[in-house]
């Protein structure tokens, strides 16, 4: 069983700049594969980015460019840095694992590709 706990949401003016954390258990932090997600009231949740044990990484068009994936294997932490935040972001995002490669690099912004969730964590950006 793995367990997250992400930290860092609030709220920003547009254009401004977020960094979210999660941490993770386990002992094997570095075999895991990591996703951040985002979910608006009223819409489904949707992936944003994503990395895998050789820190490559994947983003949705929405955020590429202004937002960057990040692991510190030593700290079992995963990043996602926000800049440029635009009311658009406005979500509770949640970070994800999965143990296993495979099917996860045909679609690594899929939720039904992670095992394991936080309970996340409020990002809301005003005009």
């Known amino acids: 069983q793995v367990q997250l706990v992400e930290s860092g949401g609030g709220s920003v003016q547009a254009g401004g700049s977020l960094r979210l954390s999660c941490v993770a258990s386990?002992?094997?932090?570095?075999?895991?594969?990591l996703g951040w997600f985002r979910q608006a009231p009223g819409k489904e949740r949707e992936g944003v980015a994503s990395i895998d044990t050789e820190d490559n990484t994947n983003y949705s068009d929405s955020v590429k460019g202004r937002f960057a994936i990040s692991r510190d294997n030593a700290k079992n932490t995963l990043y996602l840095q926000m800049n440029s935040l635009k009311p658009e972001d406005t979500a509770t995002y949640y970070c994800?694992?999965?143990?296993?490669?495979?099917?996860?690099?045909?679609?690594?912004?899929?939720?039904?590709?992670?095992?394991?969730w936080g309970q996340g964590t409020q990002v809301t950006i005003s005009s």
């Open positions: 994800a694992a999965r143990l296993r490669g495979g099917a996860w690099y045909y679609r690594p912004l899929y939720t039904a590709n992670y095992d394991y």
């Open positions: 386990g002992s094997t932090y570095s075999r895991y594969y």
